[in-house]
């Protein structure tokens, strides 16, 4: 492993927040990650505060090829103590290979009770080990929401529009906001060589919209195929919103040719462009300079139907953090993730959401972050961008150039089959 970088020695026992009390001084406790820049600053000093109360010499290395190094280092004998995995599926294929060490026992049934859709949480850090049998790998700390609709409060006050509070709400007010002269949405898939996911992020909240989580794993691990009907209505979901000229800013014909990051700027122009823009909690970076979320922008929850009983499912990613060379320091490290402290001090510096049930809302670094973290801990169902999750050469290929010609008109049972020949030919 390179050389790492201290995240602080002092040298204390470990206190009874731990759950247990144990000294790790003169132990050293080696992470690896994806963070660098700011975001690296930011973990190490999360990692001094467990290095302070168990006297862990702690030291975190990040790299902009996790993927790639994680594994070459496994393969060398030589990985970190705990490695912080950007997908589940790294994870689970490492686990497969008897890379990763099982977390504690109980660590299960304290996801279960502590984090919102705690289930959820468990499934997703549940992989096969070597020898066949489920075990829970990993602890998911630090997540993204993308379940989110963007929109202009000014605008909807002048209008005098509500927030929708179901999915047939939000078609009505869509529809409302045509026959009132406006167009609802804004909505673009351009982003280069990647051209297509914005896509793909729709398809999957519809797929948690109209069907089962158990439906959903299945299309991810492609038990269900690409071209069930399922699938192809969720699909059709989409293509309800993108492909009515009526409800896109500059009609349907301009979706697959719009710059995701140039797209939401509709909902700045006066008059308004559109409405609405759904998109992940990213998207402020490319608001205008200047715009306060919370004041001239502002988010509510992409809802769910409320004839179809799925609850409040929410979309998303995270960071999971995984043993792949066993210590005390490691089990220990992972032991502190489960406390409020190890959560708090992230959220006080910004850009962190947690499912954790436990954590003191006033400790969020702006309000904004705290209303999107409500929706998060209002999740009942919690999955992972599913493209992410699938191979490669689909999710982060077949995927996104189908729903461009999807978007561009062709039908959807003929592209989700080309998307599913795409996976059968990986096989």
Not at 403 to 421: C, L, P, R, T
């Amino acid at each position: 492993m390179k050389k790492f970088l201290c995240a602080g020695t002092a040298v204390l026992a470990l206190t009874a927040g731990l759950g247990h009390a144990q000294d790790l001084a003169g132990e050293q406790v080696t992470v690896f990650g994806p963070w660098l820049g700011p975001d690296q600053e930011t973990v190490e000093k999360v990692l001094a505060g467990f290095a302070a109360k168990t006297g862990a010499d702690v030291r975190y290395v990040g790299s902009d090829s996790f993927e790639q190094q994680i594994m070459v280092d496994a393969e060398a004998g030589s990985a970190p103590n705990v490695a912080v995995f950007p997908q589940p599926g790294l994870a689970s294929d490492m686990a497969a290979r008897g890379f990763l060490t099982p977390l504690k026992d109980g660590t299960d049934a304290w996801v279960r009770d502590n984090y919102a859709a705690g289930q959820s949480w468990v499934d997703l850090g549940t992989y096969a080990g070597a020898d066949g049998s489920d075990s829970l790998y990993g602890f998911f700390y630090k997540v993204d929401v993308k379940s989110l609709v963007w929109y202009s409060p000014e605008n909807f006050e002048d209008a005098g529009y509500d927030i929708p509070s179901t999915m047939e709400e939000l078609k009505a007010l869509s529809d409302q906001i045509v026959a009132d002269g406006g167009t609802p949405w804004c909505i673009g898939l351009g982003s280069g060589g990647a051209t297509g996911w914005p896509a793909t992020d729709w398809v999957e909240d519809m797929m948690l919209r109209t069907q089962s989580p158990a439906d959903y794993d299945a299309w991810v691990s492609n038990e269900m195929k690409f071209d069930d009907p399922k699938v192809i209505a969720a699909i059709e979901e989409f293509g309800a919103f993108a492909r009515n000229d009526d409800y896109v800013a500059g009609g349907a014909g301009a979706v697959a040719s719009t710059d995701f990051r140039d797209s939401p700027k509709g909902l700045f122009a006066s008059p308004p462009q559109c409405y609405m823009h759904r998109q992940a909690s990213f998207i402020p970076a490319f608001f205008p300079e200047g715009t306060e979320v919370g004041a001239d922008a502002d988010f509510f929850y992409f809802p769910a139907y409320a004839d179809k009983d799925l609850g409040a499912p929410v979309l998303g990613a995270g960071t999971l953090w995984a043993i792949t060379n066993e210590s005390a320091g490691a089990h220990a490290l992972v032991e502190y993730l489960k406390t409020p402290e190890a959560h708090e001090a992230w959220m006080a510096l910004g850009g962190f959401l947690t499912p954790h049930k436990g954590v003191d809302r006033a400790k969020f670094s702006d309000e904004p972050t705290a209303k999107m973290n409500d929706i998060l801990l209002g999740a009942t169902t919690f999955r992972f961008d599913a493209s992410d999750l699938m191979p490669g050469g689909v999710g982060a290929g077949s995927f996104w150039t189908g729903m461009v010609d999807y978007a561009g008109g062709k039908d959807a049972g003929e592209v989700a089959s080309a998307i599913q020949q795409s996976w059968d030919g990986l096989k």
